[in-house]
């Protein structure tokens, strides 16, 4: 039933059945953003039913529209929107009454989704561009550490010194000072020196001795006894227990470290040996009756006597450094010291070895501690400070083999 107002519209295509063509909508040119107006809806007869297509949110206006018949559907096509961010479309609720229709007209609004993002254009093949706020800031070249005053970069809260010779020896100084061996094997050979010595000059009180210190060679010949495993245990006792992996860590140079080895055992022995002969030979000196020494025969008797066990001590620690063995290095200085003179001994009843157990004698190490006194055992031997110049000889041959051994072996 129609209103008498207003004239009988035509069927729709939904009504009749009759399939009608749909006008194609015009392409609608990118206008500047405008803001959304609804479309005037025409007016409808009661009853009717009427689908109108919302025209989505875009921000490009919208073309102009066709004319549409009460309760027909147009569906128009809208180019699609550009992507902005700062815009988006709200979404629109179905109403089922609205302005300008009549009553029992229920509209629906087809809302229109949201316009998809444009597809980006393709890229040339290559990396990707670096936007510039990622680009790694180049920092200036900064200077290395300085490990001794820290001019700049990084500075070690620890501070850190270049080491020296004078290093070297204040290690060894105090391993030598501190370990017990060396404690009770000075403590020992100042004990025979001295007790021996003292001792000698007392059982020879009364009697004439040319010169008179002369007697005083038994007590260092017992002393020397105790500086031969002196000697070798300074260097082969960190073989022993792994230490010199401590010390060539420390210092890398291994001539360094021989070197002040040395120095600081050699000092020492030559102190305290030299002052042991000297308190001898003064007791000597006020005991026993006999010819007043010379200054050269004095001097051979202290400080002679000290350089002579001083040296044969170096000669022993150069074995050490050769052999790494305790054991092996005590026992074959103690051969070089002994052996000669007891194998003399044997020959001396041979003819034919006469001229070789003389030569034994002569350069043997109590014969040449018996020259420094003034007392050898044969008068045609080394005399004065002779012996003292050949052992020194052999000790520094020992002790520069010892020094390129150092060298090329490991640790």
């Not at 030569?359 to 007392?375: D, E, K, Q, R």
């Amino acid at each position: 039933m129609t209103s008498p107002q207003q004239p009988q519209p035509e069927r729709g295509p939904h009504e009749t059945g009759a399939q009608q063509p749909m006008p194609a909508a015009p392409p609608m040119p990118p206008t500047a953003p405008q803001p959304e107006q609804p479309a005037a809806a025409p007016a409808q007869e009661a009853g009717t039913m009427m689908l109108q297509a919302q025209q989505p949110p875009a921000p490009a206006a919208p073309g102009p529209t066709l004319a549409k018949e009460a309760g027909t559907m147009m569906l128009q096509a809208q180019p699609l929107p550009q992507q902005q961010p700062q815009q988006q479309p709200q979404p629109q609720p179905l109403a089922a009454h609205g302005p300008g229709r009549d009553a029992g007209t229920m509209m629906l609004q087809a809302q229109a989704a949201p316009a998809q993002a444009p597809q980006p254009q393709q890229q040339p093949q290559g990396p990707p561009p670096v936007p510039p706020q990622a680009q790694p800031q180049q920092q200036p070249h900064q200077p290395a550490a300085n490990w001794q005053g820290g001019q700049a970069g990084y500075v070690s809260p620890i501070p850190v010194n270049n080491t020296h010779f004078g290093h070297a020896l204040a290690s060894e100084w105090t391993k030598i000072r501190s370990v017990r061996s060396t404690i009770w094997t000075l403590g020992v050979m100042v004990l025979l020196i001295v007790g021996i010595g003292l001792l000698t000059a007392t059982a020879m009180s009364g009697h004439a001795v040319n010169p008179k210190p002369a007697f005083g060679y038994f007590s260092v010949m017992l002393g020397t006894l105790c500086i031969i495993p002196l000697g070798v245990l300074v260097i082969s006792s960190e073989y022993g227990t792994g230490m010199i992996r401590t010390t060539m860590t420390a210092c890398p140079s291994r001539a360094r470290v021989l070197g002040a080895k040395v120095i600081v055992f050699f000092l020492l022995a030559f102190v305290i040996t030299t002052l042991a002969t000297t308190l001898v030979t003064l007791a000597m000196s006020g005991m026993v009756d006999g010819r007043e020494p010379t200054t050269d025969e004095f001097l051979r008797a202290t400080v002679g006597a000290g350089l002579y066990v001083s040296t044969l001590g170096l000669l022993a620690l150069a074995v050490g450094s050769l052999l790494r063995h305790s054991a092996g290095a005590i026992s074959a200085l103690f051969g070089v010291v002994l052996l000669p003179m007891l194998l003399a001994v044997f020959m001396l009843g041979s003819e034919s070895l006469k001229s070789l157990s003389q030569a034994l004698i002569n350069y043997s190490v109590p014969n040449s501690l018996a020259t420094l006194y003034g007392i050898p055992f044969l008068p045609d031997g080394p005399q004065g400070w002779t012996p003292l110049l050949i052992l020194a000889g052999v000790t520094a041959a020992a002790l520069t083999a010892a020094f390129v051994v150092q060298e090329q072996r490991d640790v």
